[in-house]
């Protein structure tokens, strides 16, 4: 096992996958390490959909197309990584979940008020959890849009009174993924 510094300054998104599927005990175990993360008031506001079967990833992937382009195109000058990605969106047959095996939903109770808050925090402690395990993950928050459908997610098996919060993807990285640029942050100290 990584020590936890590594693990944090080594998780990438990975957006390439092996087919090999993650099994379902190494998703219960991110699962658990997720409902460790901080919550306001201790709510625990979270809920796990856990998306394993092909075709039902291939039609939310169409969906989350759909939904993304129209809010993308006014933005397409912006800069050359909306326009790339709108392109990525356009064009036919591709995945927004890099043909992961698995995608996992956290949906969050509209009653907790730091639900957002809490629901992230759990996203990160499962990214971290499956990258000291070696398995890739990335947040699809492209998804979104498509997933505010309240129908699409009755569909797809979510509580009442739930919302889309962090969709993730897991699976086995086909390679490295190199580190992204890092910006030094702006530190206001009040002393």
Not at 42 to 67: A, C, H, Y
Request: glycine letters at 6%.
């Amino acid at each position: 096992m990584k020590d936890i510094i590594e693990v944090i300054k080594t998780r990438r998104s990975v957006r390439e996958y092996k087919e090999d599927q993650v099994p379902d005990k190494d998703i219960e175990f991110l699962i658990d390490c997720a409902r460790y993360a901080p919550s306001g008031f201790n709510m625990q506001p979270w809920s796990f959909l856990v998306i394993k079967n092909r075709d039902t990833l291939r039609k939310l992937s169409e969906s989350g197309k759909k939904s993304m382009i129209p809010l993308l195109e006014p933005f397409k000058d912006a800069s050359p990584k909306t326009k790339n990605f709108l392109l990525f969106l356009k064009t036919k047959g591709t995945d927004m979940f890099y043909n992961a095996p698995v995608l996992v939903i956290i949906l969050g109770n509209k009653a907790a008020v730091t639900v957002d808050f809490d629901c992230s925090m759990a996203a990160q402690n499962m990214m971290l959890a499956a990258h000291s395990r070696g398995i890739g993950s990335c947040w699809i928050g492209g998804l979104l849009p498509a997933l505010m459908n309240e129908e699409l997610l009755k569909e797809l098996g979510a509580p009442e009174g739930y919302k889309e919060v962090a969709p993730l993807i897991f699976g086995y990285p086909k390679g490295k993924t190199a580190l992204p640029e890092r910006s030094e942050p702006q530190v206001i100290w009040l002393k």
